[in-house]
């Protein structure tokens, strides 16, 4: 995932995303660095604060074609 990457361009802290999305900053670390993995339930709001898309959140610039 791409979430610090994101984080960054948005000029967020780890503390401003964990605060806005009711985890704890080791959460949010740990997302970043790949040791667990948003709620799904979660990747919704986190997109929206981000000011991407959930695709965009796993690297991908549009969504997979149907097929």
Do not use: F, N
């Amino acid at each position: 995932m791409r979430i610090r990457e994101l984080r960054e361009q948005a000029g967020l802290t780890q503390d401003q995303i964990a605060e806005h999305m009711c985890v704890d900053q080791t959460a949010v670390h740990r997302w970043e660095i790949g040791k667990a993995m948003p709620r799904a339930a979660k990747l919704p709001e986190l997109a929206e604060l981000l000011h991407c898309t959930i695709d965009e959140l796993y690297g991908r610039d549009s969504p997979p074609a149907a097929g």
